[in-house]
């Protein structure tokens, strides 16, 4: 079964708004990444985390490693219709590197 | 730098056919990926290659699929005879492999849209 969950599975928002994204694994992770896939795309690498707690922000997204590791988020501040897409967390889930991504959480802005 | 790129874009064949995938990673990047991505889930690993070598291939349905990188830098996957399940986009993607324990930054190809009736 899928060992990496997103939640929630689409989210509306008007433009301005915030959005969360949340991802759940079932197992601790080393680290995690996180992509965006614009409609009709292909995924883009946005960031990784590593460190427990960890918090980093790139312009208005804010993207948080739990303290167990096992959990993170993804937070867009005012967002804007060109955060369109879906946003997809991944973590090394099984034994090696190899990637284990969640389901994604779809965003759509209504301007 | 020229980004990962892949062949075809799209293709449609009946169920039973064969079809081929060619990827070529970026210049210099050691791994290389091969995903499937079902419509509206997360893309799911296939196989994984560390130059001309499999490091994993545990979730590649190896009765029809198979995928080969023999010199290292290019790859090919195949599906033979394709089932109507198999309708997906097949992702390519690269990375360098610098050797840590993080898995590096995975850069993706355009993807080939495969629709199977």
């Known amino acids: 079964g899928q060992q990496v969950m997103q939640i929630p599975q689409y989210q509306h928002v008007q433009e301005g708004e915030d959005f969360t994204t949340y991802c759940n694994s079932s197992?601790?992770?080393?680290?995690i990444q996180w992509y965006k896939q614009r409609p009709g795309g292909h995924p883009v690498f946005l960031i990784q985390l590593v460190k427990s707690g960890e918090v980093k922000k790139q312009k208005r997204l804010t993207f948080q490693f739990g303290e167990a590791k096992k959990n993170s988020s993804l937070h867009i501040t005012a967002t804007q219709t060109t955060d369109v897409g879906t946003y997809f967390c991944?973590?090394?889930?099984?034994?090696?590197?190899?990637?284990?991504f969640g389901g994604g959480t779809r965003l759509m802005v209504k301007p | 730098e020229a980004g990962v790129a892949q062949s075809p874009r799209y293709k449609i064949i009946e169920k039973r056919q064969s079809v081929a995938f060619w990827c070529n990673p970026i210049?210099?990047?050691?791994?290389l990926y091969w995903y499937q991505q079902i419509l509206g889930q997360g893309p799911k690993l296939l196989i994984q290659f560390q130059n001309n070598g499999v490091v994993d291939d545990s979730q590649l349905p190896k009765d029809r699929f198979s995928a080969e990188r023999l010199k290292g830098v290019d790859s090919t996957l195949k599906i033979q005879p394709a089932k109507l399940e198999d309708s997906a986009v097949y992702l390519c993607?690269?990375?360098?492999?610098?050797?840590?324990?993080?898995?590096?930054?995975?850069?993706f190809g355009p993807g080939t849209r495969l629709t199977v009736l």
């Open positions: 197992t601790t992770l080393s680290n």
């Open positions: 210049s210099g990047h050691a791994t």
């Open positions: 993607a690269s990375s360098l492999n610098r050797g840590g324990r993080a898995p590096d930054t995975q850069y």
């Open positions: 991944a973590g090394p889930v099984n034994a090696g590197n190899m990637l284990t």
